[in-house]
């Protein structure tokens, strides 16, 4: 079956540090991967997606960025934090073909001071 | 833009009644809906897809319909329990979200 892992559940960073979150998938292949936001009490933003290695989409401009360097991995990085880049981070898949229902990953807490 | 929205930001009803959740959307027209529950603190979890086709989808308590013409979805929960409570969520086929709805029936 398959099981989508994300690290770590909880950081707490200084602003101006870097970022680094990363998402595996395990028992498929050539998912689709999407990074997602939750700001507290907020909807989810999505913030990339990618439908194969080295294919990114950004869906907004900020100072984040991610790569997929192998099929079932998908990682989430910044150079720089803000205090706005706190929130609920989530890591999701789905099959690359037919009507795709997302499979989220447990998430990860970051919180910029 | 397309544009997806979930009119209430909270709903409370009675154990027992039906909940009723309202989905909007602008400028597209998705192949199919779907719809999640998320619980404090964990990932979103899938409930169920209604595809452009159909009016209208079920499974157990709950119950989807989509109106292409309308642009909106409706999902409801029929006798609702307290451990329904969660917030619910909407998407179109891009994998986009609405707010949701932060459900919460009282005993």
């Known amino acids: 079956s398959q099981t989508i892992h994300q690290w770590p559940a909880t950081l707490v960073q200084p602003v101006g540090s870097p970022l680094s979150l990363e998402c595996t998938v395990e028992?498929?292949?050539?998912?689709?991967l999407y990074w997602y936001r939750q700001a507290a009490g907020r909807g989810l933003q999505l913030l990339f997606y990618?439908?194969?290695?080295?294919?990114i989409s950004s869906e907004v401009p900020q100072n984040l960025s991610a790569s997929r360097p192998q099929d079932r991995q998908f990682i989430l990085s910044s150079k720089k934090l803000l205090l706005s880049d706190s929130g609920f981070y989530l890591c999701?898949?789905?099959?690359?073909?037919?009507?795709?229902?997302?499979?989220f990953g447990a998430g990860s807490r970051l919180t910029v001071l | 833009s397309q544009k997806i929205e979930q009119n209430s930001e909270a709903l409370n009803i009675q154990e027992g009644k039906t909940a009723t959740l309202t989905c909007n959307y602008t400028?597209?027209?998705?192949?199919?809906l779907q719809w999640y529950r998320q619980d404090p603190g964990r990932g979103p979890v899938f409930l169920l897809l209604?595809?452009?086709?159909?009016k209208e989808k079920r499974k157990e308590r709950l119950k989807v319909t989509f109106d292409t013409t309308l642009k909106q979805s409706l999902f409801h929960i029929t006798a609702s329990q307290p451990a329904d409570s969660a917030t619910y969520l909407c998407?179109?086929?891009?994998?986009?979200f609405g707010a949701g709805t932060r459900l919460t029936v009282k005993p």
């Open positions: 999701a898949w789905t099959g690359s073909s037919g009507a795709n229902v997302l499979t």
């Open positions: 028992g498929t292949s050539n998912p689709n």
């Open positions: 990618s439908v194969g290695i080295g294919q």
């Open positions: 400028n597209y027209s998705p192949a199919y």
């Open positions: 209604i595809r452009e086709n159909e």
């Open positions: 998407a179109l086929d891009d994998m986009r």
